[in-house]
Structures are given as structure tokens and as C-alpha cells.
């Protein structure tokens, strides 16, 4: 009986945890920093982003760049901050955010139409975003391994779609992003397409 008692509390939440968002924790996927654990403020978006897309999109969020989770999570809610205070958008623009500590951080997330592409890309692709300008410097190896295991999981979770195309962000607007170096990497991924 004590046994089974033992068991049975194991299995309860920690008083005042969130509850794990099975979004965020797709079995046999890399491990994403979800929301509350990096202290974003409420999501105020409420439009669907329809799955599975077609398109990823490969951005660089051109400031400054963070290597620790701390300094990452801190980067997270500054970009947040400047997109909902600043550029009056209903969250984050980014589906997903990618530190040069090799972690993925959740922004919109799969399933939440993102603000990163403008209104002829954003409900066809899933927008990842680099932490960091990317001009002079490639992303280190850890933050590329990352997004490109973040693509594998969204194709076997099909949030992706099998046929999908990888975008640099240049290449569907005008902008320097995702940076020369991060753009000259992108651009030898297999699924690349200009």
C-alpha cells in the first residue's frame, strides 16, 4: 500500500509547476525551451497557423547574440518585449528562436501563425529565427545542429510538410537577414531553394 501511495505522488505536479505543454516535448525531438521557462509575457495571437507548411523560413534576428541559457532567455524577452511594446504585435514574431547555446526557444510555436515574413509568407511557413547578427560570423555548429534537428522533428511530427523548401529570409523580402554567413550555410542545407 505504501508502495502504491508513493507512486501515486510521484506522479502529481510540483505545487505551482506549469504542466508540460506536449506542443513543446514531441517524442524523439530536441528538447525546446518553452515559454514560461524563459518568461515570456501572455500570447495575444489567436490566429492558427495551418500545418503542415510548406516553407521554412531562415532569419537572423540582427542583435546581439547570446551563448548561455541565461543570457538567451534574456535575449528572448527583450525581443519579445520590442515586438508587443514597440511594433504593437500580439507576441513574439518568430515561431521558434535559436541561441549559439545550441537550445531552441519557443516563440509562437507550431501552431500559431507567426509575423516574420509578412502577409504572403507567414501562413505558409514556419519561421526560425538565429539570435544574433550573422553578417561576419556563421552561427557556431550547436546552434546550426539545432535548427536543422528542429526541422527534423516538425517533418516527422508533420508539422512540416515532406516536400518543404528552406527560405533564407532574403529571399522572400528585402533584407540582409539572415546575414551573409548564416545565409552562405543555409544555402547548402538539402531542402534549400531561392
Not at 74 to 88: A, D, E, K, V
Amino acid at each position: 500500500m505504501v508502495h502504491w501511495l508513493l507512486l501515486l505522488l510521484a506522479a502529481l505536479p510540483v505545487w505551482g509547476q506549469e504542466p508540460i505543454n506536449p506542443e513543446n516535448m514531441l517524442p524523439g525531438c530536441p528538447d525546446i525551451v518553452p515559454r514560461s521557462e524563459w518568461g515570456a509575457l501572455p500570447s495575444r495571437c489567436l490566429q492558427p497557423l495551418k500545418l503542415p507548411v510548406e516553407y521554412v523560413v531562415v532569419s537572423h534576428t540582427a542583435g546581439q547574440p547570446c551563448s548561455s541559457a541565461s543570457s538567451c532567455e534574456q535575449q528572448m524577452r527583450n525581443i519579445q518585449s520590442y515586438h508587443i511594446n514597440t511594433l504593437g504585435w500580439c507576441d513574439i514574431a518568430y515561431n521558434f528562436l535559436i541561441g549559439e547555446d545550441g537550445l531552441i526557444y519557443e516563440g509562437r510555436g507550431w501552431s500559431t501563425l507567426g509575423a516574420h515574413t509578412g502577409p504572403t509568407w507567414n501562413p505558409i511557413s514556419l519561421g526560425i529565427s538565429f539570435m544574433g547578427n550573422f553578417m561576419n560570423r556563421a552561427p557556431s555548429p550547436r546552434a546550426l545542429r539545432a535548427a536543422q534537428s528542429l526541422i527534423s522533428c516538425g517533418l516527422q511530427h508533420q508539422a512540416i510538410s515532406p516536400q518543404y523548401m528552406v527560405k533564407g529570409h532574403r529571399d522572400v523580402q528585402n533584407t540582409a537577414s539572415p546575414g551573409d554567413r548564416l545565409y552562405a550555410k543555409v544555402r547548402t542545407w538539402a531542402h534549400y531553394r531561392e
